[in-house]
């Protein structure tokens, strides 16, 4: 009886650094204000097959530079890639991956619960609790605001789902780094 033949990995396996193992990554960059640069990073992120969780964008205190908040899912290799292809897009200015880093990290959402006059003030209560704020008031439904950690918003969510949520709007995740660093365009601190 011969022996067994090694074990070889498929031809179409690589080797890849890191541990491969995917996570929750926020991405800020910083571009110029131009048409087509959202479109343009959208589609590099969706060419690399990275599902965007979430991605605000919004102007700085630059006239000319806006700022995109991405949350994604995936591995440190493939995302130290992602980084180096964003560099080559020319309105891109910087990019930073905050995962690592202390941040502090909000999300708004505007959420429209039924309301009748038996569940009116529990859902009021709710929103207190929440340290959210009605923002309009009908005979059937409630428009609440509220700020928080994603978790946080998730959780209010499921707790106003109770009473039906008629309409809901979330910004996604905004995130910066505690302290006197910075994102800005001079690389460090200000």
Known sequence: MSAPAPLRAPADERYVPGSGEAYRHVLVVL??????????????????????????????????????????????????????????????????????????????????VRATNSTRAEVLKVVELYKGRVVDVATDSIILEAAGTTDEIDALVALVGGFGIREMVRTGAIAMVRGASTTGTDGGRR
């Open 31 to 112: 571009v110029r204000d131009r048409p087509g640069v959202l479109n343009r990073v959208a589609s590099l992120l969706r060419s690399r097959n990275f599902n965007i969780e979430s991605l605000a964008v919004g102007r700085t205190e630059h006239a000319a530079i806006s700022r995109m908040t991405i949350s994604l899912r995936g591995d440190d290799f493939t995302l130290e890639q992602v980084s180096k292809q964003l560099y080559r897009l020319i309105d891109v200015l910087k990019v930073q991956d905050l995962t690592g880093e202390g941040r502090i990290e909000q999300e708004l959402a505007l959420v429209k």
